[in-house]
């Protein structure tokens, strides 16, 4: 009689488990990620910052699912070369866009989230990244699609002097 008492319980206990043991439906693009995706292929950059301006490309593709942006920008600045690497999703926890960038100047990301107004065609984001010390600053960055083939992107926060404003501003126009 025990044995069969245990069993029901092992039974009942495993029929209880069985759902939270299956693998989850992985999540899929949705709408925010498809606003995302009219981001992808090539880019020519021009780059002003600190009074000086550069060329770049920065060539954007969907990835990891459908679900992030991935980025890859090559130019130069002041006759050095400059790297660097992005992934942008939307959170559908968080109801947030969220962007993570990493570059050849720096070892520390920068980590932002933010929201986009389809009225404007304008995708804000703030948070923090590395300051021109080094320590981690608030920045705040703002990508205006001007049509389907032009990008503004500008970012604000402390200059190298310590002040606020923009310190970097890119044009962007899809390579055909």
């Known amino acids: 009689m025990r044995f069969t008492c245990r069993m029901l319980m092992v039974c009942a206990l495993l029929i209880w488990l069985a759902p939270s043991a299956r693998p989850q439906e992985p999540p899929k693009p949705g709408p ?3 606003q995302l995706k009219q981001m992808e292929g090539t880019w020519d950059a021009t780059v002003k910052m600190m009074g000086q301006e550069s060329k770049g490309t920065m060539k954007y593709k969907m990835g990891i699912g459908g679900l992030w942006l991935t980025s890859h ?3 130069d600045f002041g006759g050095m070369k400059f790297e660097g690497r992005g992934l942008d999703t939307f959170d559908t926890n968080k ?7 990493a570059d050849s100047m720096s070892t520390s990301p920068m980590i932002m989230e933010g929201d986009y107004d389809k009225e404007s065609k304008t995708l804000t984001m703030s948070g923090k990244g590395p300051g021109p010390d080094g320590k981690p600053v608030k920045y705040k960055s703002v990508v205006k699609m001007i049509d389907d083939d032009t990008m503004e992107f500008t970012m604000s926060g402390p200059g190298p ?3 606020e404003g923009v310190v970097l501003t ?6 055909k």
């Open 32 to 34: 925010e990620h498809e």
């Open 73 to 75: 920008f090559e130019g």
């Open 95 to 101: 109801k947030k866009y969220l962007g993570v960038w």
């Open 161 to 163: 002097d310590g002040k």
């Open 170 to 175: 890119i044009s962007y126009k899809r390579k």
